[in-house]
């Protein structure tokens, strides 16, 4: 099972055999903290075997590509899979009453 880290809130410390796909995810997570947009707080991040993963609603295609930029480039990332669906606002998906 992939390491998922929600950016929501701050990750634990990552210890065990788990470490790497959960400090990777981490990581990931914090550059989408750091980024000005609040709602790419809302994105999820998991990791396996080089494979970093984005799951989440966004409510523009610009916000998608942002997050996919932000986590570009972490060590030990050979491939990210954008699974953010982009949704309007008013989406009862975008307020996570559904989920994406």
């Known amino acids: 099972m992939p390491a998922l880290i929600r950016t929501d809130r701050p990750a634990a410390p990552a210890t065990g055999p788990r470490s790497r796909r959960t400090r990777v995810a981490a990581q990931a997570a914090d550059r989408l903290r750091r980024q000005p947009y609040s709602a790419l707080r809302r994105v999820d991040c998991a990791y396996r075997a080089g494979r970093l993963v984005l799951c989440g609603c966004l409510p523009s295609y610009y916000l998608k590509q ?10 030990g990332v050979e491939q990210v899979v954008n699974r953010i669906e982009v949704v ?6 975008a307020a996570g009453i559904e989920s994406c």
């Open 66 to 75: 942002v997050a996919q930029e932000a986590v570009a480039g972490l060590e």
């Open 88 to 93: 309007r606002p008013n989406d009862g998906r």
